[in-house]
């Protein structure tokens, strides 16, 4: 039996309180309510001090939550101790290479521990590309589906890491492009703009903005969190792939470049102009003056 309630934070963050057992059925009822959250772009944290045991199934899914940004709060040590030992037993301690072995002679546990491995990962490069939870899992299991199919071909050349990176950065820029309502503008208008005399442009508020002060509970709202996500969804998709891949996946420039097949300058450039879009963008939505209560 496993008890969730739902909490709302001061900060907007959404706490799903947890109690009992986390086994057997409850793990697909904890993946069925966690979903609207993780589809609507929310933070969310999973408190996890009244769980007295998860079964293997369950730390499954605790381990993939995390990986898609689900904050695990106040495991008991007990709970703490079965997420540590299910990495061992999935694979920390075996190398990719080995794993890719194992893949080409058809074992399933080396397909098993690769997806623990990287599929969070993916899952949340795939997610920041494509910005849907559903075109994200699709994408997840068509690059490890043609992974298995095309392992013969991985030469080790490069880090595995980068190869499934490569594949499924692809994979999610192709199914963007496979949607033709979605339109994509320049990021031009979305750059500082400056007068013939080299001074930017706008309210001098928003040139000397200085974030560092702002409160955290102010940054990590729900209203600035939703504009962040709307920042990020309106950068063109190689400008958010470069971003997602520096800035959230922490790869260097040149992996990045070798996985989208562009020049390091490139990279730099698309980096650079997608920061400044996004902290542009930000600017404005921190220096809005707020919204006046309605006057009955």
């Known amino acids: 039996m496993l008890k969730i309630d739902a909490v709302e934070a001061p900060d907007g963050m959404s706490t799903l309180r947890l109690e009992g057992r986390l086994v057997g059925p409850w793990v697909e009822e904890l993946g069925r309510l966690t979903e609207p959250f993780l589809a609507g772009g929310r933070g969310l944290v999973l408190h996890l001090a009244g769980v007295a ?7 499954g899914l605790l381990r993939g939550l995390a990986g898609r940004g ?4 106040a495991p ?8 540590r030992a299910w990495e061992d037993t999935m694979g920390a301690t ?11 002679r058809g074992d399933p546990a080396a397909l098993e521990a690769l997806m623990q491995r990287y599929a969070p990962r993916v899952w949340r490069l795939v997610h920041g590309i494509t910005r849907s939870s559903s075109d994200a899992e699709e994408v997840v299991q068509d690059v490890f589906l ?3 199919r095309s392992i013969a071909g991985f030469e080790g050349r490069a880090r595995l890491g980068t190869w499934i990176y490569r594949i499924a950065t692809n994979a999610a820029l192709n ?26 442009e706008g309210a001098r508020a928003w040139v000397v903005a200085d974030w560092s002060a702002t409160p955290e509970a102010e940054l990590l709202s729900r209203e600035r969190r939703a504009a962040l996500t ?10 958010r792939a470069v971003l997602i891949l520096r800035d959230v996946e922490e790869l260097a420039n040149g992996e990045v470049a070798e996985i ?17 879009a996004l902290r542009e963008r930000m600017t404005r939505v921190m220096m809005a003056p707020p919204a006046r209560a309605a006057v009955p």
């Open 94 to 104: 075996t190398t990719d290479l080995e794993l890719v072995e194992g893949l080409r």
């Open 230 to 239: 709307d920042a990020i969804a309106a950068l063109p998709e190689r400008h």
């Open 260 to 276: 989208l097949g562009e020049s390091v300058a490139s990279v730099k450039s698309r980096l650079h102009r997608a920061r400044m």
């Open 70 to 73: 689900v904050r695990l709060a």
């Open 175 to 200: 199914k963007r492009r496979g949607r033709r309502f979605q339109v994509e503008v320049s990021l031009d208008a979305e750059l500082p703009r400056f007068r013939a005399d080299g001074h930017r």
């Open 76 to 83: 008991t040590p007990f709970v703490a101790e079965q997420l």
């Open 53 to 59: 045991f998860v079964d293997r199934r369950g730390v």
């Open 146 to 148: 043609g992974l298995v």
